[in-house]
């Protein structure tokens, strides 16, 4: 699932998880299912809001690994750990249109089968399950985001629960 990008800002497309090799490879855990898409096509990613030029990227093991200018070594690509991979948001390619972006859910209404509004999609979290985390009057809750319990219509700018979900009521 996903689909073209919106005009929003940065996207976060990852996260480095480690180093890779003695070139400065940087092991990234993707934030998507489209890592083939962008990983051989990115020209620039940032790093704490700062641009990084991309001089390569491979997939050793389906494992995305980034080549960024300016860490040439291992100990360069240990000190980025941690740091989140952003890109502009016209630099990912464009889907089909039944196929969405994970980052174009957030901010979507979300309403129960009979059409009701229960609250708005706030993240997705990468799990062994991906999660819809959403956000309502009822509470929070985590969907499990697979067609068997959401439909969304990204035209629509709307998420329908196909099933009714646990709510974790708001801490007052």
């Known amino acids: ?3 073209a990008t919106s005009d929003r800002g940065p996207v976060k497309i990852g996260r480095i998880v480690g180093a890779h090799g ?13 890592v083939e898409q962008w990983a051989a096509r990115l020209r620039e990613v940032w790093l704490d809001g700062e641009p990084r030029a991309v001089r390569g990227s491979r997939q050793p093991r389906g494992q995305p690994v980034l080549l960024l ?3 040439t070594d291992r100990l360069g690509a240990e000190r980025l750990v941690g740091k989140d991979v952003f890109v502009a948001a016209e630099e990912l390619p ?3 249109p039944d196929e969405y972006y994970w980052h174009d859910l957030v901010g979507m209404d979300v309403f129960d089968a009979q059409g009701l509004r229960v609250g708005v999609a706030t993240a997705v979290v990468r799990a062994a399950a991906d999660l819809l985390e959403v956000e309502g009057p009822s509470g929070r809750a985590l969907v499990p985001l697979a067609r068997a319990w959401v439909d969304v219509n990204p035209a629509a700018s709307r998420i329908t629960l196909r099933q009714v979900p646990e709510w974790v009521p708001h801490a007052d």
């Open 22 to 34: 003695l070139d400065g490879g940087l092991k990234v855990l993707p934030a998507s299912d489209h």
């Open 94 to 96: 464009a889907l089909p």
């Open 69 to 71: 200018a300016g860490v």
């Open 1 to 3: 699932m996903g689909r």
